[in-house]
């Protein structure tokens, strides 16, 4: 005999109401396929990323500029459908540049608003401040503008294993500052100006022995006060040395001054400022004439570096009607592509998936290829193809690139008392 069951008020058999019921579950999967594959990012629930970055407090210049790169990124990504689906959102803190606010704006981010991944801090001594939380957390964490995260790796690879930057350590500061001594200025001998930052000292610490590996001799390393106001008796002292070239890392907002006056003492050999405000669009607004036959240093400028590069110089140009310099706004677009290429890669927001993809992810960000070194957690520079030096010359309130020499814009131009 056999059975029956009824569906409304119709009888059917047990081997029709499984092909029911099978019908009913691969109708069921195939919505939530439908749901996951055609739902609009903003319709689900985003990932998270706490960022931490001193927005007052002090100089802000610098995490301004990153901050906006890092908008610029969320917008594309969250454009073309987030990541696994789903959108991205950042959480911002502003720690006012004091490590006790970094602590507590990190422990806010991880264990209230319990973000995947932490990014941000460009002052090293707070991400050392927070360094012990961080291994406690091992939350995921990535610097656009820190060394710090280097010399941790390096002290404790274990212990420090889910900290990452995409800065440059000393070593590789010193080897740009060497190459434009080299390259540039065709030099044989040089002097360093640096501040009392423990940066500074350990950027001259690499560069002496570097140079005269090659040939080239260090003839005075000379430090000022952090902010320095008046640098007459260094460059008094620069000039007695008569250097091949004079290279400084001046950093506090200081180098505008250090600009003027080297300008107006008329120095006779070409001189660099790496990174900071020399490398800035405004710098000419600040100083006038005197950014004339500066040569400066940094890491991307809106020239063909990548398929990236020149689009986000103008992107961002356009978005916020100032041009971005090579280090910071670049820096933080690098930064959410590289995180957001590595929780794809994870598949999952495990916190170890996160940082085993960390380690191994590659992207082609605006400054070159973006890929860790592993053998101390920050991204590879001085590779071909992977983020490398740029050094240009302001002339006429505009800057040209120098080198390398298959983006040269033009050679060096002495100035014209120099004979």
């Known amino acids: 005999m056999k059975s029956f069951c009824y569906l409304g008020k119709k009888a059917v058999t047990k081997f029709q109401a499984v092909v029911i019921a099978i019908i009913i579950v691969v109708a069921a999967i195939a919505g939530v396929a439908y749901y996951y594959t055609t739902t609009t990012p903003s319709a689900r629930p985003p990932i998270k990323i706490g960022v931490i970055l001193h927005m007052s407090g002090g100089p802000t210049r610098l995490c301004k500029e990153v901050w906006e790169g890092m908008q610029l990124a969320l917008e594309e990504i969250n454009s073309k459908g987030g990541v696994l689906g789903r959108p991205i959102e950042f959480i911002l803190e502003d720690d006012e540049g004091k490590s006790d606010k970094t602590l507590a704006a990190a422990k806010k981010l991880v264990e209230v608003d319990k973000v995947s991944v932490l990014a941000g801090i460009l002052i090293s001594g707070n991400v050392i401040a927070i360094s012990e939380y961080l291994a406690e957390s091992k939350i995921p964490y990535v610097s656009p503008i820190s ?35 080299r390259e540039v200025a065709k030099g044989k001998s040089y002097v360093y100006i640096g501040e009392e930052y423990v940066t500074c000292h350990y950027i001259a610490e690499y560069l002496e022995p570097m140079a005269k590996a090659v040939g080239v001799q260090c003839l005075e390393n000379i430090f000022v006060p952090i902010g320095c106001k008046d640098f007459t008796d260094a460059l008094i002292r620069v000039e007695a040395a008569n ?19 080297a300008y107006e003492r008329k120095l006779r050999m070409p001189y660099l400022g790496m990174m900071s405000v020399c490398s800035m669009w405004e710098l ?9 036959y500066l040569c400066f240093g940094t890491w991307s400028w809106n020239v063909s570096l990548t398929e990236k ?11 916020y009607g100032y041009r971005a310099c090579g280090l910071e706004g670049p820096a933080g677009y690098d930064l959410v592509y590289f995180i957001a290429e590595a929780i794809k890669k994870a598949g999952t927001l495990d916190r170890e998936a996160i940082i085993e993809a960390l380690e191994t992810v590659e992207v082609v960000g605006v400054r070159g290829k973006v890929k860790i070194d592993p053998t101390d957690h920050g991204a590879i520079y001085w590779a071909p193809g992977y983020i490398n030096a ?24 002495k100035p014209p008392w120099v004979s």
């Open 147 to 181: 060394s710090a995260p280097r010399l941790l790796y390096e002290q404790n690879p274990t212990k420090f294993r889910n900290v990452f930057t995409l800065h440059p350590d000393y070593d590789q500061i010193a080897r740009a500052l060497l190459t434009f001594i």
């Open 243 to 261: 250097p091949d070239a004079l290279v400084w890392f001046v950093y506090s907002g200081a180098e505008v001054t250090l600009t003027r006056q």
């Open 284 to 292: 000419p607004d600040l100083v006038g004439e005197a950014s004339d």
């Open 309 to 319: 590069t020149v689009p986000f110089f103008n992107n961002f140009y356009k978005k």
């Open 390 to 413: 740029i050094f240009a010359q302001w002339l006429g309130r505009k800057p040209y690139v120098l080198w390398p020499p298959e983006l040269a814009e033009r050679s060096y131009t």
